[in-house]
């Protein structure tokens, strides 16, 4: 059998495609050298004496990735919404649970103090906020990808330089920083800087104030109502 230059050609190629996929295809590859100095690689075999198998590239076969397991850490809270829902060693804890979300709020009150001072934020509605988002459950992780406390989102945990969104403070941080940004954007007003954690402030300018989404108003509705509780409370 005779191999015309088209041929050959259509062979080099193939096998330089075959090569390109080796570590995924599931099939050899085979090396060729010609009487007349030809190289060729193909995933097929040349059954013609004038071509010398040279090498044979052997791949393995494509096998489908064991899903890995994911820690405790990154799953929402019993599969439910981490809105409302916290965790302790002893279960599952509602945000109604008086004495869980005191004694939550007494753990991280210096936290939170420090940052409500150095961002110039009330710290009555940073603790309202961690309430809502997280039940404050540094575990959390919503549907969406929202993390830990203040449940946020990994490109806004990344703009606020935050490095571990999973650490307490790092979360409060970077939470109450970006809680602080949204105040100042909207000159003190508390609802809309809440809509605007809640839903971005792109949302907030659209609509000139709080969105028409069911979601976003309830949320400012609970925090304000919440704040309102606690406003002058001693923490």
Not at 32 to 61: C, M, P, S
Not at 219 to 224: C, F
Request: with cysteine; glycine share 6%; proline share 3%.
């Amino acid at each position: 059998m005779k191999f015309t230059y088209s041929v050959l050609a259509a062979l080099f190629t193939t096998a330089t495609l075959s090569l390109a996929t080796m570590s995924t295809a599931s099939a050899n590859v085979y090396a060729y050298h010609g009487v007349n100095g030809e190289r060729i690689l193909t995933d097929k075999r040349i059954h013609d004496k004038q071509f010398k198998l040279v090498k044979i590239y052997k791949t393995a076969k494509k096998t489908k990735p064991k899903a890995k397991r994911q820690s405790n850490k990154y799953k929402s809270v019993l599969g439910l919404s981490t809105r409302n829902v916290a965790k302790s060693k002893s279960g599952a804890f509602r945000c109604g649970d008086k004495a869980y979300i005191l004694s939550k709020r007494k753990a991280y009150q210096h936290t939170i103090r420090t940052y409500a001072r150095r961002y110039g934020v009330d710290e009555a509605l940073v603790h309202s906020v961690v309430k809502q988002e997280s039940c404050f459950n540094e575990k959390a992780l919503s549907r969406v990808g929202a993390i830990g406390l203040m449940q946020l989102m990994p490109a806004t945990a990344s703009y606020l330089k935050v490095k571990d969104p999973w650490n307490p403070e790092q979360n409060i941080k970077g939470g109450v920083k970006y809680l602080s940004k949204m105040l100042k954007r909207f000159k003190g007003n508390k609802r809309f800087a809440l809509a605007a954690y809640n839903a971005g402030p792109g949302k907030v300018i659209k609509y000139g104030g709080i969105p028409p989404y069911k979601e976003t108003r309830n949320y400012v509705k609970k925090i304000m109502a919440d704040y309102s509780r606690i406003k002058n409370q001693t923490l």
